[in-house]
């Protein structure tokens, strides 16, 4: 999974550590300009040193979302722990997303370049040729297939935290947008009837 994050105002005293959490983190503090402190280790460990001032805020992010704010005091005590929440299933969901959102583009560029070099074609009057190349257009995931993947997929990612949930389930919605969007099947439909249509022409 991809670590946590943080970020916090600098402070004086002695080099601290930041207590275990359930899962590696990324910390940066709120300085000007904001200093990035370093991931944890295995242990869920990280070293939090002194600044210019007493109290440093520290925000500990796992992936794109924030775990935590914590105000530390550097050398205060030998050791802090904090308990943070598991969010590796939101994490899951968002590298599963990123994937299926990219091959979404890709689909939508290889749709492009055949679409072109159908019209081309059928502007040449090579009817033959275009009916080869819309087969393989026709065979291409459409907008059915990656939808059901989808619905399919989604049932991985079920969680009893409301908050995680809403924020899982938004992903899946705003990539069902650009389906709807970007890989629509009527375009498709389109070209096969401008295929039929040089095909009446030229009878």
């Given at each position: ?12 005293g ?100 055949l ?11 090579k ?36 908050v995680?949930?809403r924020?899982?389930?938004i ?33």
């Amino acid at each position: 999974a991809e670590p946590p994050a943080a970020e916090g105002q600098p402070a004086d005293g002695q080099p601290a550590e930041a207590a275990p959490t359930s899962d590696p983190a990324v910390i940066v503090a709120r300085e000007n300009p904001p200093v990035f402190l370093g991931r944890s280790d295995w242990r869920g460990m990280v070293e939090v040193p002194s600044g210019d001032f007493p109290v440093r805020l520290v925000y500990v992010k796992n992936g794109g979302r924030l775990l935590a704010r914590l105000p530390i005091v550097p050398g205060l005590e030998p050791q802090m722990q904090v308990d943070l929440m598991n969010d590796d299933l939101r994490l899951e969901a968002e590298a599963f997303i990123a994937g299926v959102r990219s091959k979404i583009m890709d689909l939508v560029a290889r749709r492009a370049v055949l679409s072109a070099r159908i019209r081309g074609r059928i502007q040449e009057n090579k009817l033959s040729e275009a009916e080869e190349m819309m087969a393989e257009l026709r065979g291409l995931e459409s907008r059915r297939d990656i939808s059901g993947m989808l619905d399919q997929q989604q049932q991985r990612f079920s969680t009893v935290d409301r908050v995680m949930q809403r924020k899982i389930d938004i992903l899946f919605s705003d990539t069902r947008e650009l389906i709807a969007k970007f890989l629509k099947d009527d375009d498709v439909d389109k070209l096969a009837q401008e295929i039929r249509a040089g095909q009446g022409a030229g009878s």
